[in-house]
């Protein structure tokens, strides 16, 4: 198997081929709307051709400056949050080392909250060590990575001067608008472009993911390879993969499996459902509807979460990325004594025994009424992590205007930034701030 393949056998239980075939041409004109620009959200589908579009030279630049960062720098801070972090979060777990040993600087995220005590650990961890920023915000304006980049800009300046600290700093952000482009012209920052038609959370294969993911060292050529072998065969309809998914899993919606858990049995892939969880979340939660997306790492979860989903009520289908190959070999030895009671799962590989507990558990939670679709992929590569990308971004689309809104804007979460600088007094929010405060 050389790309990822969708099963849907064990969610039949639930609903019937029919039931999901009832939605192929809804599906098909989707997918079309998302080729031909003709559907909600149109202005923000950048992302649909985006792997064919990338140029070498892109990549190349990408490559040059990671390789600068890697020799100039013993640790680089990521700032950023959403879509701004999560993809390039995701691959690089994914294609990381357990441990977090590298073979370059260390990779560190920041932004991606407000904590005090995060911020201030982070600084102490920084003091005296060589380190460089990569700070991405598409807007140029969020909060959380804007203090976050406030506070390490001051530190690296006094820690490195600041001539040398605008050549250790890049900053990902809009063409023209935005606080960060101002700063980073006046600063003279080697920047890369968001454009203006790619959503964040659909930014993983532009520089917002793409950088990060080359500075830690792994391969951008191979991942948008693999996105492009997945957008080539989604476009040209050789693979329904994406179809598939997308209509199954509105099939199950429509039959009253209002949350869906993507699963996953490799630690490495916590974040990738961390990924999923927003491209999903933020693109179908509108207009009162959509799937709630939740994630769990198995089989960790399943000494936690286990009985609720084996158990619990009945509104959840489960998603399994199901990995084929491991990367390492890990065989569980024999022991004279047996004092644990283990010698019969001598000579058994690790993986073979995390593939029992996954094949157990499907069956288990089919048996016990939670549908189960199959998401495999050969190997956590980055050629496979690209098609995986893609598959879900793809699908994704699909899907939100299968559900009937528009998957590509978020007017939600413009919510609590309102109230949150009404809160803090922002500057022009005087009105805002005097009604929230006679709430309080
Ligand atoms: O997907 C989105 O649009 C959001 O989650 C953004 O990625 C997130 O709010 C960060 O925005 P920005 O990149 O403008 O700082």
């Known amino acids: 198997m050389d790309k990822i393949q ?28 998302l080729t031909s620009g003709t559907g909600a959200g149109a202005d923000f589908l950048g992302w649909v051709k985006l792997p064919a ?26 700032i950023g949050i959403g879509g701004s972090y999560l993809g390039a979060k995701a691959v ?12 370059g600087p260390q990779i560190m995220f920041a932004g991606q909250n407000i904590g005090e005590d ?12 060589r380190f460089g920023i990569i700070v991405i915000s598409k807007s140029g ?30 900053a990902i952000t809009d063409a023209r608008r935005g606080a960060l482009r101002s700063l980073a ?53 050789t693979d329904k993969s994406a179809l598939t998914y997308a ?46 997306p939740a994630a769990v790492d198995n089989s960790t979860d399943l000494h936690s979460m286990g009985q609720w989903i084996q158990d619990g009520e009945r509104t959840i289908f489960e998603s399994v990325i199901s990995v084929e190959r491991t990367r390492h070999t890990v065989v569980i030895p024999t022991d004279a004594e047996n004092l644990d009671g283990l010698n ?10 995390n593939k029992m507990a996954e094949l157990g558990t499907r069956i288990a939670h089919v048996d016990g009424g939670v549908p189960n679709m199959q998401i495999t992929l050969p190997a956590l590569e980055a050629l496979y992590l690209g098609q995986l990308i893609y598959f879900f971004e793809a699908a994704c689309g699909i899907s939100g205007y299968l559900l009937g809104v528009n998957p590509f804007n978020q007017p939600g979460v413009e919510d609590y930034k309102r109230n949150m600088f009404a809160l803090l007094e922002k500057p022009g929010y005087e009105k805002e701030t005097e009604a929230i405060k006679a709430r309080l």
């Open 247 to 292: 209509m199954t899993r509105n099939a199950l919606y429509r039959a009253g499996k209002k949350i869906e858990i993507l699963v996953n049995y490799n630690p490495k892939l916590h974040y990738f459902g961390e990924w999923w969880k927003q491209l999903y979340g933020e693109s179908e939660g509108k207009d009162h509807k959509g799937i709630f």
């Open 185 to 237: 012209t006046t600063e003279g920052y080697k920047t890369f472009v968001i454009e203006d038609n790619v959503g964040g959370r659909f930014s993983v294969l532009t520089p917002v993911g793409l950088l990060p993911i080359a500075v830690a060292g792994h391969d951008i050529h191979a991942l948008v390879e693999g996105a492009r072998q997945c957008q080539k065969a989604t476009l040209d309809g």
């Open 118 to 129: 995060y911020l201030y650990e982070l600084q102490e961890y920084l003091r005296g060590k």
């Open 6 to 33: 969708v099963n849907i056998k064990d969610v039949l239980q639930t609903v019937s081929q029919a039931d999901i075939e009832a939605l192929r041409p809804e599906a098909e004109a989707s997918l079309a709307k």
């Open 92 to 103: 690089i777990e994914a294609l990381g080392n357990s441990t977090g040993a590298t073979d």
């Open 141 to 170: 304006t969020t909060t959380e990575p804007a203090i976050a980049f406030r506070l390490l800009k001051a530190q690296l300046e006094q820690q490195a001067g600041r001539e040398a600290a605008s050549k250790l700093i890049v």
């Open 344 to 353: 019969f799962l001598a000579g058994k590989r690790v993986d073979e025994v």
């Open 53 to 78: 579009e990338t140029t070498d030279a892109l990549l190349d630049d990408i490559a040059a400056t990671a390789r600068s960062l890697r020799e100039a720098c013993d640790v680089v801070v990521c």
